[in-house]
């Protein structure tokens, strides 16, 4: 967490310390997925007060941002990669002390057909029982409709979904997963404690798509923290997400209305 200390200077005191990397966590949270939180809070309240049930109301992910293609295309982009910088500041933080941060969470590339392997086995660890669970809450009439994705259709609307689902895997890994239980860790919370938040996060700014989604969420936020417990690894994880983000996006903008009405999706 910290470089070595000159000679003859005093030993940090931890509580100041531990203040810091608290004030660091809330800071990092509050401009990504914390916020994120907030504003999924705040969906679901006004999503509850708004009159008709959850079952009749919808959400949608990756809308246009304009009818001009070139310009839509723009906009896609620049938030692709402006919601990535909250990714580099959490590893930029991690690598204060001169390790690699890269190299401490497991983003790195040392094994990458094991970590294709286990990415895709966990994808579909998730993946199948969450579209059941996603079904299920639409007939409980406690998920939202989800368009997972509204792009008009264009020749780069594939790749920009397909770009889209690897910045929320970057985004929810790096963040929920890697950099929140290594600070945890370093803040001496319990595993358990530490497992619990990174879960509760992952559930938390999914709440904007009705309760079902908040508890796969929460299901899958202890499966993915519970891995990277073991491994400390976030590869893997991110592989998952990715695949199961691109199956999501890619598939909801290419399958016909009649497959999505049989799956219980439109």
Same mark, same amino acid.
């Given at each position: ?68 293609? *070139? ?62 669970? *996603? ?132």
């Amino acid at each position: 967490m910290r470089g070595p200390l000159p000679p003859g200077a005093p030993a940090p005191d931890q509580r100041a310390v531990s203040r810091r990397l608290t004030a660091e966590i809330w800071i990092v949270l509050g401009l990504s997925l914390g916020k994120s939180a907030v504003y999924a809070v705040v969906s679901l309240i006004a999503k509850l007060t708004a009159g008709p049930p959850l079952a009749e109301q919808t959400t949608t992910l990756n809308p246009s941002q304009s009818p001009r293609p *070139y310009l839509d295309l723009t906009y896609q982009l620049l938030s692709i990669g402006f919601a990535l910088l909250p990714v580099a500041l959490a590893l930029y933080l991690l690598s204060a002390n001169g390790r690699s941060a890269v190299r401490r969470i497991g983003l790195d590339t040392a094994r990458p057909w094991r970590d294709l392997g286990v990415g895709m086995g966990l994808a579909a660890l998730i993946g199948i029982p969450g579209l059941g669970l *996603y079904v299920a809450g639409r007939a409980l009439g406690i998920t939202v409709e989800v368009q997972a994705s509204a792009l008009n259709a264009a020749w780069w609307t594939i790749p920009v979904l397909i770009l889209a689902a690897l910045q929320n895997a970057l985004l929810e890994e790096v963040v929920a997963v890697g950099y929140l239980m290594e600070r945890l860790r370093d803040l001496r919370w319990s595993t358990p404690a530490i497992i619990a938040a990174s879960a509760l996060l992952r559930g938390s700014y999914h709440l904007y798509q009705g309760w079902g989604p908040f508890f796969g969420n929460v299901v899958m936020g202890i499966v993915f923290a519970e891995y990277y417990r073991r491994r400390r690894r976030v590869m893997p994880l991110v592989v998952a997400h990715t695949a199961l983000d691109v199956v999501a996006f890619v598939g909801y903008a290419t399958l016909p209305d009649a497959w999505l009405e049989a799956l219980g999706i439109m």
